[in-house]
């Protein structure tokens, strides 16, 4: 039966983006469930900020509790499900330029579903799908680490939210570049969370453009190419692009921007509280310290354990249910609660600030110690 | 200063695909699902070369930690 808890309590994103798109079905004020839910969220993670977990732990055998098979099946259902939540927000997108009568009708003989929608509504159905399709990242991350049926599944989800390139940069660029400026997933000290999502973006994206434009060079095959994986990427994002200019031109193009926004947002808030501020020597190699961990019980249950960075950095294909409490870095704070502190700038800084220069006393090296100073002194944290 | 080129560059790009639409009715269309993938392919295009235009005017400034 523990084993059998332990398990359930990773399926809440599972469960609650179900629920969303239910939410943008049903329409009228429930398509606001999203944004609803995500608002829930932060007031759970700051609420048990206190109860910190050790991952998923292991038996008397030293075996994981984590079952393979179950959270595998999961993760990959859960490309289906973030499909069906852009199509229920591309069938709301439909009605609005449509300009769909407003009326009540009964879907399957139970439930009732609000024909017609305002562009209030859209706007809450947008924010909200965009909310979930960002959370739904986990999933593609933790997929990004495997070498089977995961990664094109990973490929795939990423893709949804125009950002397929994520893969091949995470694996390939920021997991052996981290805590130093070759990696553009990494934030220094100074830079805002808006000002990192573009650079973050922009700077994963290069990379892959670069990667494969090397590759194609030494092949002798030009960059304009099936074998690019760059334009790949992009091409598996065709047909969320296809779907949303069908169902509404114009207002369907912004409803996917502004749901593409989000998503990519919430991503790259993730790599910005997961390495804000840490440094390394270049080519020196990557140690627990260089990641914060954030292992607060709600964030460990609703991020898969994604959290639990220290370990995952030094042991990359482990499966999330493996991670360990290495004793690394950690701010305190969850995810929610970190996500919304970093959405205030000078909030963020004046409370991270104290974090690191306890990282800089306790954690770093002399070599490292010398490049936070320099940083700090460009940041005005010194 | 790059990158203000760079967001230069790209919103006459855009503006111009985005002209270049409207000029050929792809308002008026989109609903054929012809159009609608020629529309969807000219947006992932003018996206890409979006991204392109901003490596290549603003190379790795942007990135880096010491200005």
């Known amino acids: 039966m523990k084993k059998f808890f332990i398990n359930i309590r990773y399926f809440i994103v599972p469960v609650l983006c179900s629920v969303t798109i239910l939410g943008l079905i049903v329409g009228g004020p429930f398509v606001w469930t999203g944004a609803v839910l995500f608002l829930v969220g932060i007031t759970i993670d700051t609420l048990v900020i206190k109860f910190h977990t050790k991952g998923a732990g292991v038996d008397e055998n030293g075996k994981s509790y984590g079952i393979k098979e179950l959270q595998n099946l999961v993760m990959y259902f859960m490309l289906p499900v973030f499909i069906i939540l852009q199509v229920a927000l591309a069938w709301r997108v439909y009605q609005y330029t449509n300009g769909a009568d407003f009326g009540l009708v009964t879907l399957f003989g139970w439930l009732p579903v609000q024909t017609g929608i305002t562009g209030l509504e859209l706007y809450g159905a947008t924010l909200s799908a965009g909310a979930f399709a960002g959370l739904g990242i986990i999933y593609g991350h933790e997929l990004s680490h495997t070498k089977d049926i995961g990664w094109p599944i990973s490929r795939l989800m990423m893709g949804l939210s125009g950002a397929a390139h994520f893969c091949y940069a995470h694996v390939y660029n920021h997991h052996l570049e981290l805590a130093h400026e070759n990696d553009p997933a990494t934030s220094p000290r100074g830079r805002s969370l808006y000002k990192h999502f573009w650079l973050s973006h922009m700077g994963q994206s290069k990379f892959s453009y670069d990667l494969e434009r090397e590759k194609l060079e030494k092949q002798g095959k030009s960059f304009f190419s099936l074998d690019n994986k760059w334009i790949t990427g992009y091409i598996i994002s065709l047909p969320t692009i296809i779907l949303f200019v069908w169902a509404g031109g114009i207002v369907g193009v912004a409803c996917m921007f502004f749901l593409w926004t989000v998503s990519n947002f919430e991503l790259e808030a993730l790599n910005y509280m997961e390495h804000f501020g840490l440094v390394r020597e270049k080519d020196k190699p990557i140690e627990h310290r260089h990641s914060w961990d954030n292992d607060t019980a709600f964030t460990s249950w609703f991020f898969i354990e994604i959290g639990r960075q220290c370990d995952h950095h030094v042991r990359g294909e482990t499966h999330f249910w493996e991670l360990e409490d290495v004793g690394g870095p950690n701010p305190g704070w969850g995810y929610f609660t970190g996500f919304t502190l970093a959405l205030v700038p000078p909030l963020w800084h004046a409370l991270i600030k104290k974090k690191l220069d306890h990282w800089d006393n306790t954690f770093a090296n002399d070599a490292e110690r010398e490049i936070a100073t320099k940083i700090n002194k460009q940041a005005s944290y010194a | ?67």
């Open chain 2, 1 to 67: 200063m790059s990158s203000l080129k760079a967001f230069l560059v790209m919103g006459v790009w855009t503006i111009a695909v985005l002209v270049g639409l409207y000029l050929i009715g792809a308002h008026l269309n989109y609903r054929d699902p012809i159009w609608a993938i020629g529309i969807a392919v000219a947006l992932l295009i003018t996206h890409m070369v979006n991204m392109s235009l901003y490596f290549r005017i603003t190379g790795n400034k942007p990135y880096l930690w010491f200005k």
